[in-house]
């Protein structure tokens, strides 16, 4: 079997480059967006694959073609999810056989191709099927507009807190921008809003992850605690009840660091004056993504971060998450600039991200 990929700054365009080299048998593999890397080659990548005629049965069958063979169906049975989206596009297509019914097709690829999950992709593509009979919109802003309904946001963290400090920590797997982040809500949260800050950390398994913290209260003038344990870390909490914000950094927990992380996540799943939030990089795979938040779902975390948007050409994943397990997202960051790179999580801005081309940028001109 033979598979490539093809780039054009359309779907469709690629998929005719695919048939006019692979010809018309070629199959339909795959569709997403350009990574970076190839985005000046266009900014759809689609892959297909097309299928040797098989060898007469009387043909020699030696060891090297056995193998490979072997590798072929084994291929064959990794893509079977993502030609699934293919034929639920086709679905589409034959069930509707119209204009209308081609739109939602066309629809249903260009969503796919921004890693949106295909159960999801079906359920909004039917809504938008029902909205047909009842406004005039085009479909382009209809997709939006079913789009920017389901993205969910949550602006409290940054927000003061009644009766006391507002405690946020921060949870996640190693390299997600924790201690990075903690400085930069440091900054915004803090310091511009002009409130008493004080940053803790549990940060007991890097060597160099508290002194890093260390370093950034020092230069921004703030409070900062070192702990070891849950009971050191209630004693402070109770200590800083005058402090207007408090900001906890954790370690990094791997798969296999799990039960370290049990007593915190206990202790910080029942204070309901502490807002606990997941950091995931955008750059993870989306069933990385899947995995790390059913692993952090110890900690009950009130709200996503996503950081690393800079390396991604694509939100799709994180904003099926979201509305799969009924999360908020409540931070974006796009780079270790300290405080630039980080924003609130706005429906405007998630949406932005999941439809850039065509209404967000009619939105932004109006």
Partial sequence: MRIKSFYADSVEGAVALARRELGADAMLVESRRAPLEARHLGHYEVVCAVVPEPAPENADTPPEQDARLAREL???????EVMGKTITRSAWSGAHGSPAGADLADYHMRLA????ESGLIQEMLDEVRRRQANTSESFEAMVATVLEKRILVDSALAAPAAGGPR???LV???????????????????????????????????????????SYATILGAGFQTLDTVSSLAQALQALQGKGLILI????YGPRDMDRATDLARFLSCRTDISTHLVLTATMKPADLTRVAERFGIFRPASYVFTRLDETGTFGAEFSLSVRTGKPISL?????????DVEPATRARILSLLWPHTVCAARSAA
């Fill in 249 to 252: 950094d954790t370690a990094g």
């Fill in 113 to 116: 191709a921004e890693d949106i």
């Fill in 172 to 214: 996640g797997p190693p390299g997600a921008g924790k201690t990075t982040m903690i400085a930069k809500l440091a900054v915004t949260c803090g310091l511009t809003a002009r409130r008493p800050l004080e940053m803790l950390s549990m940060d007991d398994y890097r060597v160099s992850g508290a002194e890093q913290l260390r």
């Fill in 332 to 340: 974006l960051s796009s780079g270790q600039e300290i405080p630039d």
């Fill in 167 to 169: 405690i946020v920590a």
């Fill in 74 to 80: 084994a291929d064959l049975r990794k893509q079977l």
